[in-house]
């Protein structure tokens, strides 16, 4: 019994030490990865815009991606023109 207290006590003794002698940081959390959103070339200005910030409009069914309102319109003047 004495032998098993002596065992803990040592143990516990070393996992002490090794705590405020170990230089390595404290578990501190991994920065983030930065998140990488998808970006899609404006047809009219080749601006890229993210889909959060871009004018969506279609043209044959193809979704398209515009910086603003200005180029949609281009973007249909110059359908009409053709």
């Known amino acids: 019994m004495r ?4 065992a803990v006590l040592i143990y516990v003794g070393y996992k ?4 405020f002698v170990s ?6 959390p991994a920065p983030p990865e930065p ?3 998808e970006t ?3 047809p009219v200005c080749g601006v890229y815009v993210t889909e959060e910030d871009a004018v969506i409009g279609r043209h044959e069914g193809e ?3 515009f910086c603003s309102m200005e180029c949609l319109e281009k ?3 110059q359908l009409e023109s053709k």
């Open 75 to 77: 973007y249909r003047q």
């Open 3 to 6: 032998l098993l207290v002596w």
């Open 40 to 42: 899609y070339q404006d």
């Open 63 to 65: 979704r398209l991606h």
């Open 16 to 19: 002490i030490v090794k705590g």
């Open 35 to 37: 998140v990488r959103e």
């Open 23 to 28: 230089d390595k940081k404290k578990d501190e």
